[in-house]
Structure formats: C-alpha cells, structure tokens
C-alpha cells in the first residue's frame, strides 16, 4: 500500500476580510484579528464559495499588497475553481500562519513579526479597525503521520504562530521539544505546554544558521518514532536539513522543512561616475554562463559536498577526496572563490563553503545545476541552428526527442512526476466537471498521472484506474498512486482519459501520436496543460523558450491544442481554466 499522502488540498478562494483589532503580543510581535462575510460560505459573480478552512497548524495564506497602494488592481482572477494570477507589476505576497480561526465568531487572527521591514509589517504597523485585507488560502495542510511517539518543533520568530497553534490545538498527543531562536529575551511568548513537553530559548541573530544547527543538535533524541518540523529562514536551515537526513538519517515522510523567509544579501555600492556623483543607471550587462557551468562542475564532481563534510581541507585533500588528479581543480578553485562558492579565508584554516555555496546544499537549488531544468537549459546551445531547422534544440543536441529520452530513463521521468505533484493544487476544476458524472474507469497516461489520481481520490471520485504503459515507467508512479493495487498498469477501454503535463515534453507529431492511440480506448480525453505562464514566477518570460526547448514548439494556447486534437480525430469541447496558467481541454472524438 502507499504511505498517506502529506497534505489535503483545499479549493483556492479569493477572500476579503477587514480589521476588527489590533494588540501587541510581545515587544516583538503583533496580532492583527480580521473578520468578514468571506470567512463563512459565501457567493460571488454567482458562484457558490466555501467557507474558510485552515485545519493544519502550518497552514499558509497568501496576503495580496501592492507597492503603489492600488490593492484592487493587484488582485488576481478569481475562477470557478481556482486562482489565475494575471498580470500585475506593483502586486505584492507575502505567506502568513493563520494564528488562530475562530469560525464562531468569524475571525482569523494573524501575528507579523515587528522588525521595522516589509511591505506586511508595515501594513500591520499603520492597520487600524475597519482597514481592508484581501488574501487566498490556503491551498493545503500538512498531514501528520498518525502514530508518533515525539515531535520536535524548530523555528525562529516567524515560526511562532504556527508553533503556538500546535501547541494550542495539539493535532497529537505525543510529547513536543520545542526549540525557538530569537533576537531578544522579549521575543519569548507564554506557550501552552503540557507534561512532557520541553521548550528551549536561544538568543540569536535572525539567520543565524549556526546558532541555530547547534541548538538542534543539542535537542534530546527520544526513543520511538518522531518527526521533525522546521521553519525558519531559508538558509539557516540549509545545515540543519543535512543532519537531519544524513546524520540522523530521518526518513522524508520524517521531516517537514520550510524555509519561511529569505535573508536578502546588502546591494553592492553603486559606482561613482567620473566626478565623484553617483552615476546614471546602466544597462544591465547580459549576464556570462561562467558561473553557471563553474557551479554545476562543483556540484558534479562533489566538492561542495565534499567541503559540507569536511570543512578545512586542503585544495590537494578536496581533489583527492573527489576524485580529481592533476592540476583541474587548481583552476576551478580560484573561479569558484570568486562566485562565493567554496572560499579560502588564506589562515590556514582551510576551504569552507561561501554563501553561494550554503545554496546549493539545498536540493530544489541545486537541481537548477544538475537536474532536469539543466539539461534543458545545456541544449540551448543548440537554439540557433534549431530554429532554422524548424525542430527542437534538445533533438539536436541529444539526437533524440525529450519524450524518447524521459520515459527510458525512470530517475529522469521522476523528476517530472514530482514537478507535477503541484498540480493537485489546481485539479478542483477538473475533478468538478459534470464530464464525470456516470464514470466507472479512466485512463490516465502522463507525469501528472499521479495528481489526477489524488485529485479524484480528494473529490470522492473513485472510477477504476488504469495507467497506459506510455505514461512512464511505472515503479516511478506506483509509490504516488492512491491504493495502487486498486490500478491497471496497462492500457485498455475507458469511459474517459486524462493526459496530465503528457504533451508538455512531445514534439507535435508525438502529441498527435498519442492522441491517435487514446482514440482507440475511449470517446472522451482531457488534457491537462500549462497554456500560459505563471505570472507569479519570476522566470515567466523565459516559459514559452523552455517549452521550446523541450519540444520545438511554445507553450501551447486552447487554438495550438485544438490543432493538434483536429490532425488526430478529436474536436474540442470546451476549456476548463484552473489556473496558474493551467487549463484542461476536453475532447470528444469527432
């Protein structure tokens, strides 16, 4: 059977709210309680919205600001089911902890951390009775594991909401370490406590990754089965992540880190002109792919790793340790150095790892360098002579097609199944359509075949499932399937099939190919599709290229689809937006 999934998803709803009070709970922190008709069920343009939910002590809501003051026009579009962040260059988010929902008497507290910075706290800072605040979320809750014996719960200051919430509400009986780092003694809050428990201060810098890997370190071990949940500033936890899994070696399911802000590194000083002013605003150079391919080599070869472990080592050490002979690593070094990668204090104390360097102990960073995104954006190299060519840069610089390579490589195809694992987040439109009204089977081919399947679980669809063997190889989805001894691992006649991301890495001639063949299957098909970017990322304009660079095409619009499901027999029924740039189109066979 596959272990619980970690989080139940809620539908995404654009609220508003408005101030009822405000008060300081420390020195260091205040409490801003909202209340408003949004918070219960409520309709809009129409529709039917539910009632506000954030059942998990970690729960996250997204406060929309904008930096001109024009909020109104910073709000995103609310669709049937979902969110779609349109255009808006002056919005502003920020992620805040529900302290505490009290639906009796319709009122959502929240706690911002008073630092004198940022467009939130300021708001909190000049928030008076009857202000305005709208916000979406949250879009899930963690789900702990149901048999725990401890728990440790590891934070700074912004992590007490979601610290005091848990303790508050206790979501588990087992006892709670508590382990909080912050700047001043007055930081420290009343906690609710229990036999049992433990709670340790720490007075520390914000960021302080060393103070705070220390005090983790410090924290008992008990026997029986535990979980750790951390938050804190992105960085900070970087070590702290590592001990956890290499030292104590804690199982994912284990351990939930969350890097709940980000230290912002002090701008460089701008450059006198030649009289001594500050000088006019220049171009910004297009940047060199030196670094890029410096970083990567580090991570490839292990010697950020390698200087993670063992800080102090010599340069000729570090090229033993990783396996480099001759002069090499002599000239990645000094480069390396310069990025902030791994430096050398000249002390005599050895290499150790730069602020850059500390990065890329994270994973989700160094997949930029090493992962699938890379090899993508490597086979840029190839773009020229691909767009005269009218194919794809990735078949010209690997000789064979994404899809060919992706589905016979399953480590690869897994990193698309977990890019994907988003996706339920935003299948509520999906999973709602009357299209599976009287539904006994679907077929599901696609990275995204895993989400749909717990998308339909979440929404108490259960038809029968089969996976087409095209969807990849199967041990990398059987551990992501609901009940997957309730599924098919073979294609075979269905009321409906569900492409989800499955055009995403085929060339136009594989996308019809594959439509062609769930025609033979069934009437009925949607595909699950990005059709635009994300207009929250900050690489949106870069989207339209990587699709191109994936399959020689950009991202396909509802007409491009509708091209590619005409040349294979099928018409377009309708488009279902879901949003973040999502849609699902469905087809009947024409």
């Known amino acids: 059977m596959a272990a619980q999934r970690a989080y139940t998803t809620h539908p995404l709803v654009l609220r508003r709210v408005t101030v009822r009070r405000v008060h300081e709970v420390t020195p260091r922190m205040r409490r801003v309680v909202l209340g ?3 918070l219960a069920a409520f309709t809009r343009d129409g529709i039917d919205r539910p009632a506000f939910a ?21 709000l995103p579009a609310q669709l049937p089911h979902g969110i779609e ?4 260059e002056h919005r502003v988010t920020r992620d805040y902890t529900p302290r505490r929902v009290d639906p009796d008497a319709g009122e959502l507290h929240l706690d911002f951390v008073v630092h004198g910075d940022g467009p939130a706290e300021s708001w909190s800072a000049s928030a008076r009775e009857g202000d305005e605040l709208w916000f979406v979320g949250p879009k899930s809750s963690l789900r702990l594991p149901e048999r725990l014996d401890w728990i440790h719960l590891v934070g700074d200051e912004t992590a007490l909401p979601a610290i005091g919430r848990f303790l508050d509400e206790r979501p588990l009986d087992a006892p709670a370490h508590v382990l909080v780092t912050v700047s001043h003694d007055e930081a420290r809050q009343e906690l609710a406590l229990r036999d049992g428990d433990t709670v340790t201060w720490v007075v520390a810098e914000p960021g302080d990754a060393a103070a705070l890997e220390a005090a983790v370190r410090a924290l008992p071990v008990p026997p029986g089965e535990g979980y750790v949940w951390a938050a804190a500033e992105s960085r900070a936890l970087l070590p702290v992540r590592r001990y956890l899994q290499r030292e104590r070696k804690l199982p994912k399911d284990r351990v939930n880190i969350t890097g709940y802000w980000h230290r912002e590194e002090a701008a460089a000083p701008q450059t006198p002109d030649a009289a001594g002013a500050p000088g006019a605003q220049a171009a910004a150079p297009i940047p060199s792919p030196l670094p890029w391919l410096v970083a990567r080599a580090a991570l490839q070869l292990g010697v950020v790793d390698a200087v993670a472990d063992a800080p102090g080592l010599s340069a000729d050490a570090l090229a033993a340790r990783v396996g480099v002979a001759g002069p090499g690593l002599g000239v990645l070094l000094p480069l390396l150095a310069s990025y902030d990668v791994v430096v050398d204090a000249g002390d005599g104390t050895g290499l150790r790892l730069g602020a850059a360097g500390e990065e890329l102990l994270d994973d989700h ?3 930029e360098y090493t992962g699938h995104e890379a090899e993508l954006l490597l086979a840029l190299t190839q773009l020229a002579p691909a767009l005269k060519e009218g194919t794809s840069p990735w078949r010209l610089a690997s000789g064979t097609t994404l899809h060919e390579a992706v589905t016979g490589d ?4 897994g990193e698309l199944v977990e890019e994907c694992e988003q996706l339920v987040f935003l299948l509520d439109g999906l999973t709602a359509d009357p299209l599976w009204e009287g539904v006994g089977s ?10 749909v399947a717990a998308a339909l679980d979440d929404a108490g669809r259960r038809p029968r499932l089969l996976v087409a063997e095209d969807a990849g190889p199967a041990e990398v989805l059987r551990g992501r399937v609901p009940a997957p001894d309730r599924v098919a691992w073979s294609a075979g006649p269905a009321d409906v099939a569900v492409a989800a991301k499955a055009l995403a890495h085929r060339t136009d001639e594989e996308a019809v190919a594959l439509l062609a063949r769930l025609a033979e299957w069934t009437s009925a098909a949607v595909l699950v599709e990005a059709s ?3 207009n929250l990322s900050p690489h949106a304009a870069e989207a339209a290229l990587h699709a191109y660079t994936a399959t020689g095409s950009p991202l396909r619009d509802s007409a491009a689809v509708a091209a590619l499901a005409e040349r294979s027999g099928w018409r377009v029924e309708r488009t279902v937006a879901l949003g973040w740039g999502t849609e699902a189109t469905v087809l009947r066979r024409a």
């Open 54 to 74: 954030a059942p998990g002590f970690d729960d996250h809501v997204k406060l929309i600001l904008a930096s001109d003051g024009d909020v109104r026009a910073a």
């Open 36 to 38: 408003g008709a949004d």
């Open 85 to 88: 962040w349109t255009p808006a």
């Open 532 to 534: 635009r970017p994300d």
């Open 442 to 451: 679907c077929l599901l081919t696609g990275p995204g075949s895993a989400s």
């Open 365 to 367: 960073e160094r997949e």
């Open 410 to 413: 399953a480590e690869r195809y």
